[in-house]
């Protein structure tokens, strides 16, 4: 079943349900992470709060790149669109404070599941993949049904997310757990496997991951496997 399709027949309270994301990409500057990361929980968190239909943030950074991803949700598309003025000031803010410019993305969130809260120390490894045409309902099935499953065989594993962007075929998948690994501990290379191995034999083309620190984990997404 495609994303955001009513069954059939299901009543209003069983229909699928789409919460929304907005993704801002800071190329930060090492530096001025700390600070960015006190803006955005003592100026943007409250901020947002204020806005209609906002279902809070996360922060995501890498102390060695620069590189932080702050996502925004949103509880229908509706608010999503009426929100983009306020977040707009919002983020050319937090780039500044950043000493970095922002890319913006904006995603239906498929699939979310937590096995349980993540806490300080948390780290997330986030994979981006590109799918092929028509393959994108098998790509959701599939990360439900056995790459899920699988995640919660690994240590540490606290929850994990699906971000699809249907009209440019892009994913995002992320999984967080309670502590980054040791170094040489070898937790990556399988949680890369076990994120999106079955996802590329769907039809979905690795393209990218990145490892960070959990800063702020503030997102009230329902339950969504």
Not at 118 to 127: C, F, L, M
Request: hydrophobic share 40%; net charge negative; with cysteine.
């Amino acid at each position: 079943m495609g994303i955001g399709r009513r069954r059939r027949g299901a009543p209003p309270e069983e229909k699928d349900a789409i919460v929304y994301a907005r993704s801002s990409t800071f190329d930060a500057h090492p530096s001025f992470i700390d600070e960015g990361i006190k803006h955005v929980r003592d100026t943007v968190m409250p901020a947002l709060a204020d806005i209609a239909g906002s279902a809070g943030m996360s922060l995501l950074v890498d102390r060695g790149s620069g590189l932080c991803i702050a996502t925004s949700s949103w509880t229908d598309d509706e608010a999503l669109r009426a929100s983009e003025a306020p977040v707009r000031q919002l983020r050319d803010r937090m780039a500044e404070v950043f000493h970095a410019t922002a890319t913006v993305s904006r995603w239906d969130i498929a699939a979310l599941h937590r096995d349980h809260r993540s806490h300080q120390g948390a780290w997330v490894r986030v994979a981006w993949l590109e799918v092929e045409p028509g393959h994108l309902d098998r790509v959701i099935d599939v990360y439900k049904m056995s790459s899920l499953p699988a995640m919660h065989d690994l240590e540490g594993f606290c929850s994990s997310s699906l971000l699809v962007d249907p009209a440019a075929g892009r994913v995002v998948s992320s999984m967080t757990f309670d502590k980054a690994p040791p170094a040489g501990g070898g937790t990556s290379e399988v949680a890369e496997n076990v994120g999106t191995s079955e996802m590329c034999e769907s039809g979905a083309r690795l393209l990218e991951v990145g490892e960070f620190e959990l800063a702020i984990a503030h997102l009230h997404v329902p339950e969504m496997a």
